[in-house]
């Protein structure tokens, strides 16, 4: 008859030199690892919802223009100081509000990529 092995009390794990760290998430997207994938594909994802409405928002505002002047003909002919409405409208107002929707639009981007950076930085 055969005695079964003897019990042993296991304590700790053998480790051979250092523990193991958990990859940074720097390496994980350059080595384009499933985890790095989908850090890199949330960061296009804010990205392209940024672009998409700042898109939506400036294409409706200018594209309201022409509909404003077909329902109000009168605003066509109206001058101010000499000059038609319409291009007063175009640029004294669109262009200053492109320019500010532009400068909303690169510090929103500025932050979606801090906010990416600081997520994967090695701590």
């Known amino acids: 008859m055969t005695?079964?092995?003897e019990r042993v009390r296991v304590?700790?794990?053998?480790?051979?030199?250092?523990?193991?760290?958990?990859?940074?998430?720097?390496?994980?997207?350059?080595?384009?690892?499933?985890?790095?994938?989908?850090?890199?594909?949330?960061?296009?994802r804010a990205q392209l919802r940024l672009t998409v409405t700042v898109g939506v928002v400036v294409a409706s505002a200018l594209g309201?223009?022409?509909?404003?002047?077909?329902?109000?003909?009168?605003?066509?002919s109206l001058s101010v100081g000499g000059l038609p409405a319409p291009w007063i409208l175009l640029g004294v107002v669109v262009y200053p509000a492109v320019v500010v929707v532009a400068h909303?639009?690169?510090?929103?981007?500025?932050?979606?990529?801090?906010?990416?950076?600081?997520?994967?930085?090695?701590r």
Request: aromatic content about 6%; overall charge positive.
């Open 64 to 76: 309201s223009l022409p509909l404003l002047f077909a329902l109000l003909p009168s605003l066509r």
């Open 104 to 122: 909303l639009y690169a510090r929103a981007a500025e932050r979606i990529e801090r906010q990416f950076a600081e997520a994967v930085r090695d």
């Open 3 to 5: 005695h079964p092995p």
């Open 11 to 44: 304590t700790r794990t053998r480790t051979t030199g250092m523990p193991q760290r958990r990859p940074s998430l720097r390496r994980e997207i350059t080595t384009q690892s499933p985890l790095g994938a989908a850090y890199l594909d949330s960061l296009m």
